[in-house]
């Protein structure tokens, strides 16, 4: 696998040598995409193995 300059295209190769790209987009917000899809903010444990270290937990999802 490997994506393209800008990040935009994934490409990716099977056992059999066949080769397909997979054009990526991102949600206008993406922030408010992922809370849609989870349901609910990080938890603490989540923030500390997902988030940098040094950055103070935070509510991530309203």
């Known amino acids: 696998m490997a994506f393209d300059e800008d990040m935009t295209t994934l490409i990716s190769t099977t056992a059999d040598a066949t080769t397909q790209t997979w054009r990526l987009r991102l949600p206008a917000d993406p922030f408010a995409a992922m809370c849609a899809l989870a349901g609910r903010s990080l938890t603490a444990q989540e923030y500390s193995q997902y988030v940098p270290a ?6 991530t999802c309203p």
């Open 54 to 59: 040094g950055e103070a937990f935070a509510k």
